[in-house]
């Protein structure tokens, strides 16, 4: 029983925020630091396709593919680097209550729905979620041409973290593995973006609202599993 979730993970929006460190510690689990990139931190308004899922190598009928929205910041445990999810949000009510359940995650269900469309070397991709009765969004526009991440860049720095870690209690923390290969990326020519921060994540990052993000990135995506053994900090 190596594995408990395997799935594609497709078109994946990141828009990015450096944050006050300030503002994460509270939600750093026990044994793990925040991840610095040039001296920032940051977190990321993640919008992505979740498709064939399966669990324990069992299709999940129904509800198998679906848009998630997330919010996330990035950590380290020595030489391992993750993220930490202050929420995820999904349209199924069942899935976010197994992945609560099982792994004591943050999900919560909302209505969502996307759109995409690619022709003459473009894409576009949007996401739309449901939160305080209002649609919010995140759009991009971007080449179809998928290119390698610069290495050293914030790009890499965002997508190169395979770990994600949950906070079980005051004191105890569980490390999970993620794996998939290297992402590559689409390079984005416009992007519209409309986040109720504070009905979606708190008070704590109800200024990102009327904040530009410091970056948008899209990866293509790929097949990821995520291993079931968690190890408890």
Request: charged share 25%.
């Amino acid at each position: 029983m190596k594995t408990f979730l395997t799935a594609r993970w497709e078109n994946l929006i990141m828009a990015n925020y450096a944050v006050d460190p300030e503002i994460l510690k509270p939600y750093l689990p026990n044994g793990v630091e925040l991840d610095f990139f040039e001296g920032k931190t940051y977190v990321s308004l993640v919008g992505f396709m979740f498709k064939k899922t399966r669990i324990f190598g069992v299709p999940v009928p129904f509800l198998g593919t679906f848009e998630e929205v997330n919010l996330r910041f990035y950590v380290k445990r020595q030489d391992r680097r993750g993220v930490v999810f202050i929420n995820e949000s999904v349209p199924y009510k069942p899935v976010a209550w197994l992945a609560n359940k099982l792994y004591k995650e943050h999900y919560i269900s909302i209505p969502t729905k996307h759109r995409i469309t690619q022709s003459q070397g473009q894409k576009y991709v949007e996401y739309r979620w449901k939160i305080a009765s209002q649609w919010n969004h995140l759009q991009v526009k971007a080449s179809s041409d998928q290119r390698e991440m610069q290495e050293g860049s914030l790009e890499e720095f965002i997508f190169e973290h395979y770990y994600g870690y949950t906070r079980v209690s005051d004191t105890a923390t569980e490390e999970y593995k993620v794996n998939h290969p290297r992402w590559t990326v689409n390079t984005v020519q416009e992007f519209d973006l409309n986040c109720d921060f504070l009905s979606m994540y708190g008070s704590d990052f109800e200024h990102l609202s009327v904040a530009q993000p410091d970056s948008v990135i899209i990866a293509d995506g790929s097949s990821i599993s995520v291993d079931w053994k968690r190890k408890r900090l």
